[in-house]
T-cell receptor
Framework: SQQGEEDPQALSIQEGENATMNCSYK?????LQWYRQNSGRGLVHLIL?????REKHSGRLRVTLDTSKKSSSLLITASRAADTASYFC?????????????FGQGTILTVHP | SQTIHQWPATLVQPVGSPLSLECTVE??????LYWYRQAAGRGLQLLFY??????ISSEVPQNLSASRPQDRQFILSSKKLLLSDSGFYLC????????????FGPGTRLTVL
């Protein structure tokens, strides 16, 4: 089964609003990463948060990690129509996992202008 | 800078025909390489990964195989395609360091008829 599960599956908001996506996972991790995918394209890395970090910012992105609850959230502030995409969380178990990532099913974000 | 290429971009093949998808990386050496399949725009399923030339690890039993004949070349193959092999195939690379993000190619859309 997928390690990461995103919630909600789909999110529709107006431009300027904030978008929050959640991710839950099941086993211990070394880090958790968020990726973005525009329709029919490859994935683009957004942000990585290590297991000993609780919050991280990058531009309009804010990621939190709660290892006790095995969950993470991605907040996009002041959303734009160009933020419309699918967003995936991915977990890295570390150790001898050779950098393998386990991806969730993703959240489809639609931002209406 | 590093770049990753995949070809072809789209492919329509009859059931029972062979398959060869190619992925090449430029601007880095000894990368970890990964093949993923994505169905219906949802989560990614890791198919194969490689940490070096000739080293292939399979994540799921299937009709596909992978090879790494050169350091920065990763090939996904099948001798006889099945309808269920249809999907979006993504190649990715990472540096192999502990906190490593993955960089994705543009993907190949495979339709098996």
């Amino acid at each position: 089964s997928q390690q990461g599960e995103e919630d909600p599956q789909a999110l529709s908001i107006q431009e300027g609003e904030n978008a929050t996506m959640n991710c839950s996972y099941k086993t211990s991790i070394n880090n958790l990463q968020w990726y973005r995918q525009n329709s029919g394209r490859g994935l683009v890395h957004l942000i990585l948060i290590r297991s000993n970090e609780r919050e991280k910012h990058s531009g309009r992105l804010r990621v939190t990690l709660d290892t006790s609850k095995k969950s993470s959230s991605l907040l996009i502030t002041a959303s734009r129509a160009a933020d419309t995409a699918s967003y995936f969380c991915a977990t890295n178990a570390g150790g001898t996992s050779y950098g393998k990532l386990t991806f969730g099913q993703g959240t489809i974000l639609t931002v209406h202008p | 800078s590093q770049t990753i290429h995949q070809w072809p971009a789209t492919l329509v093949q009859p059931v029972g025909s062979p398959l060869s998808l190619e992925c090449t990386v430029e601007g880095t050496s000894n990368p970890n390489l990964y093949w993923y399949r994505q169905a219906a725009g949802r989560g990614l399923q890791l198919l194969f990964y490689s940490v070096g030339i000739g080293q292939i690890s399979s994540e799921v039993p299937q009709n596909l195989s992978a090879s790494r004949p050169q350091d920065r070349q990763f090939i996904l193959s099948s001798k006889k395609l099945l309808l269920s092999d249809s999907g979006f195939y993504l190649c990715a690379w990472s540096s192999g360091l502990l906190d490593n993000e993955q960089f994705f190619g543009p993907g190949t859309r495979l339709t098996v008829l």
